[in-house]
């Protein structure tokens, strides 16, 4: 499915723009005293103008039996059974100022010409880490903040902070990992909850809707 930068989009979001839309998959989930169960999961990605994306995603048991990740899956076939998780927030680019401000005003010098015995291709160098923050909540009684980079269609995060409610689940830390592959976002996160030290929580794949 092609995608097109829409109208209107701050440019500070330019870095995520290939997020915009909704997504919507299987994965699988599993954890110390957790069987491992199938899941289905939906991302959304909204911009309103601002510099930054409104995100929410939900999770849900899978309804029915899913035997791996691996070749074509049907999507649209897939049913959710009882919730399992929802939250929400929203993602933005760490803002960046120039060590110099003429650099705010003043064109970009000309690159400097290859050494002799370099090459002089038009190869493109590798895309630049784009810094991000990312703020979350969930009724379960948890606020998280997370930072990370994005590189091109990939980006890692990890939280710099995790509060709770009296009542929310013991959860002190967690990661997580997106990458754009043949269309699909793949993801996974990795939880630190419970007494238990970082490891696997869940992971999955999603296709664009």
Same mark, same amino acid.
């Given at each position: @499915?092609? !995608? ?28 110390? =005293?957790?069987? *491992? ?7 959304? !990605? ?6 930054? #994306? ?14 791996? #990740?691996?070749? =074509? ?25 120039? =060590? ?30 784009? *810094?991000?923050?990312?703020? #979350? ?18 980006? *890692?995060?990890?939280?710099? #902070? $995790? ?7 013991? $959860?002190?830390?967690?990661?997580? @990992? ?7 976002? @793949? ?23």
């Amino acid at each position: @499915m092609s !995608f097109a930068i829409p109208d209107g989009l701050a440019p500070e979001t330019y870095p995520l723009a290939w997020l915009l839309g909704t997504w919507r998959g299987p994965g699988f989930l599993s954890y110390p =005293d957790i069987p *491992e169960r199938p899941i289905l999961v939906e991302l959304s !990605f909204t911009s309103d103008g601002g510099p930054y #994306l409104a995100y929410t995603a939900t999770t849900w048991n899978l309804d029915g039996e899913l035997d791996s #990740l691996e070749g =074509d899956i049907d999507v649209a076939a897939l049913r959710p059974g009882p919730l399992w998780a929802a939250e929400s927030g929203f993602w933005r680019v760490v803002p960046t100022v120039p =060590d110099d401000p003429s650099a705010l005003t003043d064109p970009p010098a000309p690159a400097a010409p290859a050494a002799e015995g370099e090459a002089s291709g038009s190869a493109a160098p590798p895309p630049s880490a784009t *810094e991000l923050e990312v703020l #979350l909540a969930e009724p379960s009684g948890h606020v998280s903040v997370y930072l990370g980079v994005a590189q091109g269609p990939r980006i *890692e995060l990890a939280t710099d #902070l $995790v509060a709770r409610t009296a009542s929310g689940a013991e $959860v002190s830390a967690a990661a997580r @990992m997106y990458g754009l592959v043949r269309s699909e976002l @793949m993801w996974a996160t990795d939880l630190a909850a419970f007494g238990h030290e970082m490891q696997s929580y869940s992971s999955g794949r999603l296709q664009r809707q």
